[in-house]
Nanobody, 125 residues
Framework: QVQLVESGGGSVQAGGSLRLSCVAS????????MAWFREAPGEEREGVAA???????TYADSVKGRFTISRDNAENILYLQMDSLKPEDTAMYYC???????????????????WGQGTQVTVSS
């Protein structure tokens, strides 16, 4: 059973920064495909950033140049550094994992079978 626990959310003004963390069960971060998703009220869950198995990263167009996904394999932590935050970034952010994901599905929520409980990010204008 993969356990994922997110933290680091909060309320910031537009232009500010936050760093989200996702602590995973042992060896998950380095051996699973990992991703960040977000879900705003009334909207579908959206892929934000993900790691492929070779360490390649991919981002949603809406966050490219502002968000950075990274990981600490030794500490089993996945991060999402969020800079230049905008009000439209307001959402519940989730960490997701699966042992294998196709490249084309890295930012699709249906491709993942393990999820954290989420951490709320609110950006005010």
């Amino acid at each position: 059973q993969v356990q994922l626990v997110e933290s680091g959310g909060g309320s910031v003004q537009a232009g500010g920064s936050l760093r989200l963390s996702c602590v995973a069960s042992e060896w998950i971060i380095s051996n699973y495909y990992m991703a960040w998703f977000r879900e705003a009220p009334g909207e579908e869950r959206e892929g934000v950033a993900a790691f492929y198995n070779d360490g390649t990263t991919t981002y949603a167009d809406s966050v490219k140049g502002r968000f950075t996904i990274s990981r600490d394999n030794a500490e089993n932590i996945l991060y999402l550094q969020m800079d230049s935050l905008k009000p439209e970034d307001t959402a519940m952010y989730y960490c997701a994992a699966k042992y294998r994901v196709e490249w084309a599905s890295l930012l699709k929520s249906s491709a993942y079978n393990s999820w954290g409980q989420g951490t709320q990010v609110t950006v005010s204008s």
